[in-house]
């Protein structure tokens, strides 16, 4: 049984929701710093993050590459595709996202 602490909710700018483990989440370090700082921060307490700037496809590929680098990040080299058509605002979200 997955436990709430374990997972955390990434809310897309349309308002759909990604629930992914926290350890994948944390990949980000962006998300390490709101979901681990000290004090009553909302996405700390909820353990969601809303992302009013990255659409539903783009915060999906995002989710997918935390999977694909937790999995390889034993040094194992593979390739994470991405759709052409997607660099430039999958490129904004991992700036924003310090991925």
Known sequence: MV???DTVTLISAEGFEFIIDRKAALVSNTLKN???SAGSFTETELGEVRFP???TPILEK???YFYWSLQFASGKET???IEPEMTLELLM???YLHT
């Open 34 to 36: 709101m979901l681990t």
């Open 79 to 81: 390739e994470f595709h």
């Open 53 to 55: 700037e990255i659409s």
């Open 3 to 5: 436990r709430k602490e």
């Open 93 to 95: 979200a991992a700036n």
């Open 62 to 64: 995002v989710c997918q």
